[in-house]
């Protein structure tokens, strides 16, 4: 879907930027990191997977705060760093965003979906280099 298609269907609208609210959900990222990092510690994959992209969610949504804008839809929120902040965010990163996405979906729906250990630490290693890009963005 086109940036211009989600504002269309109101699955991204305009609000009023408020850095509070991407503090917040920064901090929500953190947790939900830490979240993942102990789901791996008790081999817990589903759950660390599920977490590592819930982090980098919280993370992307920060920025779409600061920027006045609500998403209603977690692609949409994709389509818009990918046209917006392409060149500040690495399109590796936003890419990685997208497939954990689609592997979130898998693991809390699907029946035969797998996640291993490596899947679980490169997924973590993928939050924390977004989270890091998104801070410093934040600071700009």
């Known amino acids: 879907m086109k940036l211009a298609e989600c504002f269309e269907k109101r699955l991204l609208r305009r609000i009023i930027p408020d850095m509070e609210k991407a503090k917040k959900s920064l901090e929500m990222s953190k947790k939900k990191l830490e979240e993942a990092r102990k789901a791996l510690e008790f081999n817990l994959f589903n759950s660390c997977m599920i977490m590592a992209y819930t982090a980098m ?5 920060a920025v779409l705060y600061k920027d006045g804008i609500q998403e209603k839809s977690h692609a949409c929120l994709i389509t818009y760093l990918r046209e917006k902040y392409s060149k500040e965010l690495p399109i590796y990163l936003i890419n990685a965003l997208d497939a954990y996405r689609i592997e979130r979906h898998e693991a809390l729906y699907g029946i035969e979906f ?12 993928d939050a924390e280099e977004f989270l890091r890009k998104i801070e410093n963005l934040l600071q700009d």
């Open 57 to 61: 969610f919280h993370a992307a949504r």
């Open 114 to 125: 797998i996640v291993n250990r490596e899947d679980c630490k490169i997924a973590i290693e």
